[in-house]
């Protein structure tokens, strides 16, 4: 039998795909014989996915194209020793990906509804700019940035200051630490259950701690960060989406990834968003936008601007302010480099 099933691709790891699908499909794919562990289905990519070089993302909706008796003739290879990978030859197949409402270049991802940056109080010591780089790229996109402050319990006065900045900015922010009742991330995390949702941040702030403390039936491997240079070592090292319906129950249609630490997300090497852009991808600016004295300000160093002066009466953190000019000064270069 040959069937076009609708699935989500929640892990991709070289060219295997992990797809899941429907209950109500993988009911039907057990009905006929085929094995499947926890409605999931592996899978290679169609030729020409791989020939033309077109990207699949975890997030990507795709159609899928099920041949069962060859799924199941590989099924019975895998019972005589062979891997995982071997059964995913042929028998399931990925045919298209469906329109894409985004996609992130770090994390590799597609369809995110909200993104969770994640930045320790200390050990790695947090360099906002790099935060801001992410929560600005999230607002360009649409999506959601939340923010989780971690290790606490190392820091609490650095947290509580961290956490008041982006507070003030208007975002949703959540303090964690050793010790500290999560609670209240858990309960967001919950109301936001039909999202696609992921971690994201620097190596070794501690995304698969948490990972593991909502969700602790993983058991996610989480590393030490190096003595002498107090950075992550990037224990975590493939994008994973979890499905919330393993912890919040059936009917749960969202899911929460883990992803790998990245360093710097350069502004130089990708186009995330141009100059004229920047002022628009810090919500706290907003409300000044357009009373500055001059029309043409960009709120670098201007008489009369209108959001300098916010940040001197405190109305806007002055380390987004901070982030904003360095932005300001990257894009404005690379416009120069473009033009030659
Ligand atoms: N003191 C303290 N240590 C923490 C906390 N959260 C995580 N850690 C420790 O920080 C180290 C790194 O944590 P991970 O969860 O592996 O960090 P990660 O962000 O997943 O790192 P990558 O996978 O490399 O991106 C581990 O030794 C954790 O035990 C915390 O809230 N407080
Ligand atoms: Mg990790
Ligand atoms: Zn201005």
Redesign the pocket.
Known sequence: MELKLKGKIIKGVGGIYEIRISRSDADMLRGVGMKLEADTLLCKARGVFRHEKLTLLVGDDVMIRVDTELAMASDADSRTGRTKRDEARGGVMIEETLPRKNELIRPPMANLDMIFAVVAAAKPEPALSTVDKLITIAEYKHIEPVIIITKADLAPEAAENYASIYRKCGFHVFVEGLGIDGGELEAFIRENADKVSAFAGASGVG??TLMNRLFPSLG?A?GEISQKTECGRH??RHIELYPLAHQFGEGTTGYLA?T??FGMLDFVQFDFYTKDDLPYVFREFEPYIGCCKYTKCTHTKEDGCALIEAVKAGEIPLERHKSYLEFYEVLKNKHKWDKK
């Open positions: 995304k698969s996610l989480t224990t975590t883990d790998p630490g």
